[in-house]
């Protein structure tokens, strides 16, 4: 049975995940920002087990696994979570920016960090849930993209130092998939949402099981995802 960490297991693609991976009998940690969401999670997938640290505060995830109970061995560390603010450059304040690099950048490198012992005893993963705005920036995707387009940097080099350790780094480029940011999303575009024309997250997750369960004679370094309709 394997171990697997995941963020953002709340809804969406993350919540989709979550769902395979307890259907087929995996052990779960899903982490949630604070204790009340934490118990709405639990009570999603039972027998999922939880801990508490919020993306949002980078800075703090050390002290707050520290008083949690983390297991010794971690078979996969799947980055879902991420918050999205459109606007152009001209017009985003230092805390758009800024949230949005702690929660799309900052905190999975630190979350990484704090966890790769365990990952390097299992020879595990890190799957890193991407974007298409980490391959290119449109415009008033600013912020977001930069996030991304480091997520993608801090993938790469992760996999070449964690390398010769046996830890495998993939990253999985979604297009537009129907979710709660993409509702946001679009209404911060002025557009209709309609999730009819967009990918469904068990699609996508059906992509990341597919790089998790991958034997390891090989890797899937970069999986892009892109609507099929």
Do not use: C
Request: glycine share 8%.
């Amino acid at each position: 049975m394997a171990t697997h960490l995941i963020t953002g297991a709340g809804s969406g693609i993350g919540a989709a995940v979550a769902r395979r991976l307890h259907e087929r009998g995996d052990d779960l940690l899903l982490l949630a920002r604070d204790a009340g969401r934490a118990k709405e999670i639990a009570a999603a997938v039972p027998g999922a087990r939880t801990l508490v640290g919020d993306l949002a505060n980078p800075d703090r995830l050390s002290w707050a696994l520290s008083h949690q109970t983390l297991p010794d061995r971690l078979d996969s560390l799947l980055h879902v979570a991420g918050i999205v603010d459109l606007g152009p450059v001209g017009e985003l304040s230092v805390k758009t920016w800024r949230a949005q690099l702690d929660v799309n950048l900052v905190a999975p490198a630190e979350l990484t960090r704090l966890l790769l012992p365990q990952l390097r005893v299992a020879q595990g993963q890190v799957v890193f849930v991407n974007s298409g705005a980490g391959l290119s920036a449109n415009p008033e995707w600013s912020a977001y993209a930069a996030a991304k387009h480091g997520l993608k940097a801090l993938a790469d080099a992760l996999r070449a130092e964690e390398k010769t350790n046996g830890v495998r780094v993939s990253t999985v480029y979604p297009g537009r998939t129907a979710s709660p940011m993409q509702e946001k999303v679009h209404r911060q575009e002025g557009s209709a949402y309609d999730a009819s024309r967009m990918i469904d997250p068990e699609s996508v997750a059906t992509a990341i099981l597919t790089v998790l369960d991958l034997p390891r004679d090989a890797a899937i370094e970069d999986l892009t995802v892109r609507p099929g309709r």
